[in-house]
């Protein structure tokens, strides 16, 4: 099952040559294979007239390969993770000026979001649209003034932020944890769109 799953990734794009529009979803977690773009089996995985991808896959490592220069004109791009791992050295890490919409989700927590999240969201500077779904495990809140200094304030093209972030804090010292009232003051001066 694995194979036929990877050489339908690998023939897809050589067979469609002019596709612009693609989603590859796999219905369950457990049944997701990673692309390991690294693979032999995988080398014509590319394409210059692709502009909308919606993917599942497996891992952190298979979204930066699929930002890694081989989508060149993708425009939109939806990838829903079962786990965001410590990511492997990946070449091209360039900015993403053509991407305009881009959604990442994932239900499973992970402890790297500061040194993953937003360095890629970073990397997208012409973002229009962005949709962030993920659960973390960090020592503090997640709160507006963090998303607006870290992403919106970054994002000067930025029109429309959805967001379902799942915060599970380590509580150290609960004299300094935040109140419900202080953190939705935080997002005062989000429009709500």
Request: some cysteine.
């Amino acid at each position: 099952m694995i194979l036929s799953a990877k050489n339908i990734c690998n023939h897809i794009l050589t067979v469609f040559t002019s596709l612009i529009s693609l989603t590859l979803y796999e219905s369950s977690y457990k049944k997701r294979i990673p692309l390991l773009f690294d693979d032999a089996f995988l080398p014509t995985f590319r394409s210059s007239t692709l502009l909308k991808l919606k993917i599942r896959v497996q891992c952190f490592d298979d979204c930066l390969y699929l930002l890694d220069g081989r989508f060149n004109q993708l425009h939109t791009l939806c990838v829903d993770l079962t786990h965001i791992n410590e990511p492997d050295e990946i070449k091209n890490q360039g900015n993403l000026p053509n991407l305009k919409c881009f959604s990442l989700s994932c239900n499973f927590g992970t402890n790297h979001y500061d040194e993953l999240i937003p360095p890629l969201l970073h990397r997208m500077p012409n973002l229009e649209q962005l949709g962030l779904y993920v659960a973390i495990f960090v020592d503090t809140f997640i709160d507006g003034n963090h998303l607006k200094k870290n992403i919106i304030n970054r994002m000067s093209r930025l029109n429309q932020f959805k967001f379902y972030i799942r915060s599970f804090v380590y509580i150290r010292n609960q004299v300094n944890f935040p109140s419900t009232e202080d953190i939705q003051r935080t997002f005062i001066d989000f429009q709500n769109n």
